[in-house]
């Protein structure tokens, strides 16, 4: 059966669309979102975020792509392509509104320290 630390658990997550709001106002939006998790034996868990295009607070952002990562309460997103951009939450304490807020300040953060996709050579025509 093997040990505990070799067991290792997986799972997929689509939200299509996806709308989170707060008091009635619309936070997060965005046509669909997926999400990954991997965890092995006591290792914190792990997983890649993304959301091809959204509205953040009303602001558009597009290419959302993140490692996220889980480690006592502390919630980090990365650029999947590069260490460029990178911002953290302790969400440790972090319960029904303040989460919310928490987790919004960080999806902010990362998207204002994540440089604009560059534009496609069919836009450059």
């Given at each position: 059966?093997?040990?505990?630390a070799?067991?290792?658990?997986?799972?997929?997550?689509?939200?299509?669309?996806?709308?989170?709001?707060?008091?009635?106002?619309?936070?997060?939006?965005?046509?669909g979102?997926?999400?990954?998790?991997?965890?092995?034996?006591?290792?914190?868990?792990?997983?890649?975020?993304?959301?091809?295009?959204?509205?953040?607070?009303?602001?558009p952002?597009?290419?959302?792509?993140?490692?996220?990562?889980?480690?006592?309460?502390?919630?980090?997103?990365s650029?999947?392509?590069?260490?460029?951009?990178?911002?953290?939450?302790?969400?440790?304490?972090?319960?029904g509104?303040?989460?919310?807020?928490?987790?919004?300040?960080?999806?902010?953060?990362?998207?204002?320290?994540?440089?604009?996709?560059?534009?496609?050579?069919?836009?450059?025509?």
């Amino acid at each position: 059966a093997g040990s505990s630390a070799d067991r290792a658990r997986h799972a997929s997550l689509a939200a299509v669309p996806l709308e989170v709001s707060q008091g009635g106002q619309p936070v997060l939006s965005a046509p669909g979102a997926t999400a990954t998790l991997e965890s092995r034996g006591a290792e914190p868990p792990t997983g890649r975020l993304a959301i091809p295009s959204g509205k953040l607070k009303g602001a558009p952002f597009q290419d959302v792509l993140a490692d996220w990562s889980l480690d006592k309460g502390v919630l980090t997103l990365s650029r999947a392509d590069t260490a460029d951009a990178r911002a953290s939450a302790d969400l440790s304490e972090a319960r029904g509104q303040a989460l919310v807020d928490a987790l919004t300040k960080l999806l902010q953060d990362f998207l204002s320290a994540t440089p604009p996709p560059a534009p496609s050579a069919a836009a450059l025509r």
